[in-house]
């Protein structure tokens, strides 16, 4: 298995409740490395432009309004198949769905208020990663 990158989002439900370390202690204990990190205030345009795939789905608006309502802190991971770490440990979409030792089975306070989010493919990551980060600020 190849080294890899994913981009990941603590989101504003865990920033409000001071969970960015013990969100990111997961994340290292899964084997991932934050080789990029900063906390940001979200853009609504920002937010509805990473969401555009979902953009005719019936939580759109919502979920818009949860990602802009405080900071998130957006990250680049890097490790073994980093994509596939990263959705294992966060756990299902929905916390009541989500396996024990996840981050949203710990974490989660909703659906929409899930503490994090991970890229779901590589394709994917380099996308989302380029969406908010410059080579010259990840440093692996
Ligand atoms: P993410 O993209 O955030 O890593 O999460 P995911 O793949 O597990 O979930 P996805 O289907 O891509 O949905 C993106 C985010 O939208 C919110 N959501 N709300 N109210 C709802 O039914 C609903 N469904 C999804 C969640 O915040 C989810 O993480
Ligand atoms: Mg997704």
């Known amino acids: 298995m ?10 504003p439900d865990a920033t409000r409740r001071n969970l960015t370390g013990a969100v990111t202690k997961k994340l290292e204990d899964a084997g991932l490395r934050v080789v990029a990190s900063k ?3 979200m853009t609504k345009e920002q937010a509805e432009g990473f ?4 953009k005719e789905r019936p939580f759109f608006n919502d979920l818009v309004s ?7 802190v957006v ?3 890097e490790g073994e198949d980093a994509v596939k770490a990263n959705r294992d440990v966060m ?8 396996a024990e030792g996840t981050i949203r089975k710990e974490f989660a306070e909703s659906i929409e208020a899930n503490s994090v989010h991970g890229s779901d493919s590589d394709e994917n990551a380099k996308i989302e990663i380029d969406f908010f980060f410059n080579e010259d600020e990840i440093v692996g």
């Open 2 to 11: 190849a080294v890899t990158r994913t981009f990941s989002i603590i989101k």
């Open 66 to 72: 949860f990602m802009i309502s405080g900071p998130v």
């Open 51 to 54: 969401y555009a795939v979902h």
């Open 91 to 98: 756990g299902a979409t929905n916390p009541a769905d989500a």
């Open 39 to 41: 906390r940001i205030q």
């Open 75 to 77: 990250q680049v991971l």
